[in-house]
């Protein structure tokens, strides 16, 4: 009898928390992030031999808290070429929380392929008592093993639940139920060993992005810019005088602007600077609110955070700096 072959899954390991360690299993806060190598972490959840053959590779080993877009572009050439290799089946990124929505969707734009790409990462350290990270290891390397999750973009697998990259944002900064897809919820579970995906993100990802496949190496320069009581053009005037080709506003409500920022981010756009309207409101649609301030050639950032804002800003901005062209981005994707 013929044994049936295993998927061949590729772990890329960037540090994180799930590879941290510290002093004593109690510990939960103090750890060194990013202190363990990948072929610790699949030692650790010997249950991978069951399910697929796997095999790692360290791209870095960080505290995602320094991400920087050089490690974006080395995932999305690795992931890309992973793609293209007939010997492959899916991919999964271990990953340190405090980001791993960013880098999650800029692979969901930037990847070109319908093989799962699952990230995954741990709020508690490797060392901790009750450590996350081995059942989220587990899980994702299942989910990357699942047909079902073929073509559904980049997909983000945490405390048994699976979400779509472009909805997937972190809600906690301690619980091991961090993450939540506002407002639309999860597209999958893994439940009793096994994983379910009933639903599906229908912007625009993968091959269908006009920004997969490329190779990158820069990306223009976007600041956030948060408002908050008494504000002024203090901040807004130093990103363009930095050289900001864009800005994310992430105002009040609905993307509210406030009147001491108006001139200056109307000045801004005025001068080919592209500026955003998005929310700091953790949950809700940015959509044309005020005459004054569409005219001015604001865009709508739609229900994207202000982190993904800027991704999506940033990648857009390599393709064109036409208003109308950037908010058609900003609906479809």
Known sequence: MQLKKLPQIKILATGGTIAGSAASAGQLTGYTAGSLGVESLIDAVPQLREIASVSGEQLANIDSCNLTSALWFKLAARCNKLMADDSVDGIVITHGTDTLEETAYFLNLTVNGTKPVVITGAMRPATAISADGPLDLLNAVKTAACPAACGKGALVVMNDIILAARYATKTSAFKVEAFQAQPYGQIGTVA?????????????????????????????????????????????????????????????????????????????????????????????????????????????????????????LQLALTVTAEQQKLQQFFDEY
């Open 192 to 312: 009793g060993g096994r994983v379910f995906i009933e639903a599906e993100c229908l912007k625009y990802h993968t091959t269908q992005s006009v920004f997969s496949g490329k190779s990158y190496n820069k990306l223009p320069r976007v600041d956030i810019i948060y408002t908050h009581c008494d504000e002024d053009d203090v901040l807004i005037n130093a990103a363009v005088n930095a050289g900001a080709r864009g800005i994310v506003y992430a105002g009040s409500g609905m993307g509210s602007v406030h009147s001491g920022a108006y001139q200056a981010l109307k000045q801004a756009a005025q001068n080919g600077v592209a500026v955003v309207r998005s929310t700091r409101i953790s949950e809700g649609r940015v959509l044309p609110a005020n005459p004054e301030w569409d005219a001015a050639g604001f865009i709508s950032g739609g229900n994207l955070n202000p982190q993904k804002a800027r991704i999506l």
